[in-house]
């Protein structure tokens, strides 16, 4: 099993509620509100690490909560913060909402983006204490959160992509020249996930990707499909390794036009990389003839490196050819994007409408604020919110939009009639 695209749910905690305490003591039968604050939401945090180089385990876990934050308590007790939750995700991870908008390309070793934010604690009592209103017995509601479904794409980053049709000896390359231990078996796809090695050359090192083999239609899905070529996409320079003896009784010419056929029509910016070939298999009968033949033809344009890797010849030409050739490739870059929030800021706009039945109804960022304030049952929290639709000039938007004197007014679950 090779994952490198799921979706999950992502969850920051809500906020704990502010506490409506009032103060009592033995003979201090009135002493004033003493609700504390709740505590603020723990935040999804998203962390990236060299240490998985997979999204398989998402394939267990699909849900990522973060804890709510504690209710305040007496005594100006403030609840507690809700546990952040950090979800670790191989480099080269793409964070992107399920409509494709990127909201973060995890590209660094030990980046960390927050992802959502925790919920607001609601405020304790005292704070909506005035000169008028001494013991208010209401006090705000934490901030509620959403759940989000969000797409984790990896797109391995790597210096140099190895490409080819299976069985043409590409893991064998990456077990010779870097410490990784691909499987290698003489069948096809023996290769089903990408795997990393890193390769020493002198002070400077480059990390190597070997992927699944590419068969003709790859870029339709056939075989193992095109999914692996996104793990080239992210590479600085391509190496294509060949069969060059035909030892499968395919033309290695054939071979290299219809893998580099299927490389470029899944992606033609792909062209912009440069290519090194690599004619493997060189101990076997027909290999001579053939690098002849290639060489004539594809000779003028890419560099060819003949190599029997199994006992590794040719090894220290190919690491030093790779190294000289990097060295003139630029790095490659995170994704340019404007990171997309999948959370809306809070904020206190609102808008009136007119309903078929002749109501009204406000919507809007206040709206969403109130809701968390406002108790009717509760005379100390309605003529708060009396004085702040009327501070905030939602009064007058109403009369503007034609209220009169009776009419229904909705606004998220409060439903009141107007008075002029
Ligand atoms: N004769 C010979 N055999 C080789 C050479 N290099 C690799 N092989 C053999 O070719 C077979 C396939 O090698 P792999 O490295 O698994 O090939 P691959 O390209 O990774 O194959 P997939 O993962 O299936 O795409 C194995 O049996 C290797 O031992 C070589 O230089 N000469
Ligand atoms: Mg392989």
Redesign the pocket.
Known sequence: MFIDKVKIYIKSGNGGDGSASLHTEKYVPNGGPDGGDGGKGGDVIFEATTSENTLNAFHYQKHFRAGNGENGGKKNCYGKQGEPITVKVPVGTVIKSVDGNVIADMFYDGQREVILVGGKGGRGNYHFKNSRRQSPSFAELGQRTEEYEVVLELKTIADVGLV????????????VVSDAK??????????LSPNLGVVSYHDSTFVLA?I??LIEGASEGLGLGHSFLRHIERTRLLVH?L?I?G?EQRDPLDDFELINNEIYSYDGNLRNLPMIVVA?????PEAEDNLCRFKKKYGGKYQVIP?????H?GVNEFIATVAKTLEGVAQTEPLKYQPYKLQTEENDEFEIVKLSNGAYEVTGGLVTQLSRKVDLDDYDSFRYFQRVIKERGVETALKKAGAQDGDTVIMGEIEFEFVV
Do not use: Q, R, W
């Open positions: 080819g049709f299976p069985n043409v000896g590409k893991s064998t390359l990456l077990s691909p499987k290698i078996a003489n069948y096809h796809f023996t290769t070997d699944p083999g390794v069969d003896s030892s493997n298999k060189m101990d076997m190599m029997t890797t199994i006992i010849e």
